[in-house]
């Protein structure tokens, strides 16, 4: 081992973010590439939130509890993912209006939604980078 | 696009053309998501003519240029406001992708709120055309009354469960169930652009000059320009009442807000399914650009989210 301590990738991705923002794009002309410079430095800050907050075994975990609270719903497949199970089960409860259909859509929208917002949130600065330069379309 | 698929273009437009062509390199624009862009200056015939290539990106969001090119000549030929299309490569031979070159339009696609009434004028236009008389008929015909809403969400849920890479999303699993519950009745297919409004029309001097982007235009019903127009492409320039006002004012069309709300959501699904591929191609590494990220996670959702709040909330 010739480096006692080898760089952190998120030190890696920090800094090259920062430096595509600072150095590089201030020097770009080229719309597209001006563009291209700004998504990959929203790209790399995103990576280092994600690799900060790994949520996808917790998202998971949520939902597996949550259609474990349900029971039994009709169509739904035993052992498939808790995601196919939460899809049959809501497109279950669409084609079988009734109480059991409200309960279904009570239970996992909440979690669903909460889920989607927590990634949506993560994502607005990757969504405003592609906004701020759709909205410049010549 | 490599040097070696730009020095492919000249020879191609010399067969295409009848005549010797030389190229510029091609200058990629910002402008567009599902194709690549590019401005090619061309020397023939004396002179030098300004073109635009337009390239698939391997099915990108759905679409394709093998309905796209016809429509808009067939419209060309109508005398709709739309760029000539000079050559049309469909084989992915030449650059790597199909691709199309279209006559340079000058003019800028930002937003000008003076252009508006004669953007609605034209996209009333296009919805009165006879599909038949137009040679539009290689489309698929929706049976009515509810083939047209169907249509629309089997094509969508196609698109989407092309993009998938895993697991489903439940939230747009029930989307489109709900959808296909609720199919309204079409009293009368027409020619449906399927990405209106603001963004995608050139104008130059306060005046459109070219309406751009029909790869997803097809034969349904109106209602999905008109929700597409007032809540999507249309949104920060009027709140929806307004808009339906203001079609009503310029066109003489009533929409009956019932069956807005319905297609409003069939936007969505749109944009919630088609995003979905940018998943696919950024997992699988088919394009490295960057917008792949954002539309595959913050637009995706931000689409996903409005379908729930609009039909499943």
New interface residues.
Partial sequence: MTIPVLPRVEDILVNSATALRTTVLPTVS???AH??VA??A??LE?AVELLADPRDVAHQAELDGALNQLGDVPGVEAGA?C??R??Q???W???NPGPRADEV?AV??PV??GQ??R??A???P??S??HS?????? | MSAPQADALGPYLSEVCGTPVTVSTPTRVAMGQSRAMYIVDADYDGGTHRTILRVEQGGFLGSDSATEVPVMQALYRAGYPVAEVLAYEPTGTVIGEPFFVMAFVAGVATELPSTLDDYVRLLARLHRYDPAELGLDFFAQPELPTGPAHALIDRFEATYRSGLVGDPSPLLEEGIAWLRIHAPATGRVCVVHGDPGPGNYMHLDGRITAVVDWEFTHLGDEYFDWAYLIWMRGKRLMDPDAWIARIHDVAGIELDWERLRYWQAVTYLMGACIDQTATRFYRERLMAAPNLLAISTGVHLSALRRLYDTVLA
């Fill in positions: 080229d719309e597209f563009l291209t998504l990959v929203a790209a995103y993912s995601f196919v939460a899809s089960a809501l497109v409860a669409q084609q859509r996992l929208h669903l939604i989607l917002e990634e949506a993560a994502a607005a990757l969504l980078t592609l330069a759709m909205h410049k379309t010549h």
